[in-house]
């Protein structure tokens, strides 16, 4: 079946940089976009980033253009979220799914918690 297993995060000061890594598996990983998303408490599930099957285009929110950017190993099955000059406001459970810029698959991992915070 299709999974998700996010990794990667922590509690990272402001200005800090984290790198989180998205396995997935139970579909065809190289012919799918994928997708980084994150949710706030209180918040509803937003987009953040996306990524062509092949790596070639990407696209962000932009409340992390600049920052953050998204890459991919199909060699892997794993894309990957680089997020650097972390702020408090990127606190949040964050999430992968397949698809370009809209989650077409109905199951979810765990996500993975970065705080930012001093």
């Known amino acids: 079946q299709v999974q998700f297993v996010e990794s990667g995060g922590g509690l990272v000061q402001p200005g800090g940089s984290l790198r989180l890594s998205c396995a997935a598996s139970?579909?065809?990983?190289?012919?799918?976009?994928m997708s980084w998303y994150r949710q706030a408490p209180g918040k509803e599930r937003e987009l953040v980033a996306s990524i062509t099957a092949t790596g070639a285009s990407t696209d962000y929110a932009d409340a992390v253009k600049g920052r953050f950017t998204i890459s991919r190993d199909n060699t892997k099955n794993t894309v990957y979220l680089q997020m650097n000059s972390l702020k408090p406001d990127d606190t949040a459970v964050y999430y992968c799914?397949?698809?370009?810029?809209?989650?077409?698959?109905?199951?979810w991992g765990q996500g993975t918690q970065v705080t930012v915070s001093s």
């Open positions: 139970g579909f065809t990983f190289r012919w799918s976009a």
């Open positions: 799914n397949s698809g370009w810029r809209i989650a077409i698959r109905n199951e």
